[in-house]
């Protein structure tokens, strides 16, 4: 079974602050995806990143950067110099790579508040 | 005009009516997805259709009934629902299921509020 945890359900930040938002992840498989979603107000989930199991190196999208860390099963997500933009509710997901499951368990999200 | 379509994008309807939701994708995608949101909880994959043939039916209640006419259109039908049901009902698409599963590149409509009283 495979389970995503989002602990941190609201955040708030200042605009310009740096802000974190947590994942920690559970499965059996060896082999799996992790990814990112934005869900502005309009509703639809807009695809950030993707990373497989067997990739930690950390990645750099602009302002937008993740720490995957394998040992603690956990795919952070850090977004520097906040902006208004940014608010949002993000979604952490996983998919297992077995064959024939591409389902996204994603976890409960965290509402993320940018204060101008 | 936007990848996934949604009509309507808000709907109230009593425990006895029938209604349906509606998505369209423009992107030529060959996979169609229904996903249930709601709050506070984990999105919840409902119905996977590829190739207009349903491969994914995640233990839904009968009360919701999806139909695929073709890969560019996907339909959700409503009766005898309950005020459980209320949520936020995603569509998305992806250009097949094994690239979804691969990329996670999900391309999703901006949802259909449902309120059941």
């Known amino acids: 079974a495979q389970k995503v945890t989002q602990a941190q359900t609201e955040i708030s930040v200042v605009e310009k602050e740096d802000v974190t938002l947590d994942c920690v992840y559970e499965t059996r498989d060896t082999t799996y995806y992790l990814f990112w979603y934005k869900q502005p107000p309009s509703g639809e989930l807009v695809f950030l990143i993707r990373?497989?199991?067997?990739?930690?190196q950390n990645e750099i999208s602009g302002r937008y950067s993740w720490n995957f860390q394998k040992s603690t099963s956990s795919f952070n997500f850090t977004i520097t110099a906040s902006q208004v933009v940014d608010s949002a509710v993000y979604f952490c997901a996983l998919s297992e790579a077995n064959f024939g499951n591409e389902k996204l368990t994603f976890g409960t999200g965290t509402r993320l508040t940018i204060i101008p | 005009e936007t990848g996934v379509t949604q009509t309507p994008r808000h709907l109230v309807m009593g425990m006895t009516n029938k209604k349906s939701l509606k998505c369209e994708q423009h992107?030529?995608?060959?996979?169609m997805y229904w996903y249930k949101q709601s709050a506070k909880k984990p999105l919840e994959l409902m119905f996977v259709y590829s190739l207009e043939e349903r491969v994914e039916n995640n233990s839904v209640p009968s009360r919701f009934s999806p139909e695929c006419p073709n890969s560019s259109h996907l339909f959700l039908h409503l009766h005898t629902l309950q005020p459980e049901d209320s949520a936020l009902y995603l569509c998305a698409s992806s250009q097949t299921r094994a690239v979804a599963r691969l990329t996670g590149e999900l391309f999703f409509g901006e949802g259909s509020r449902l309120t059941v009283l």
């Open positions: 992107l030529g995608h060959n996979a």
């Open positions: 990373r497989n199991s067997f990739d930690e």
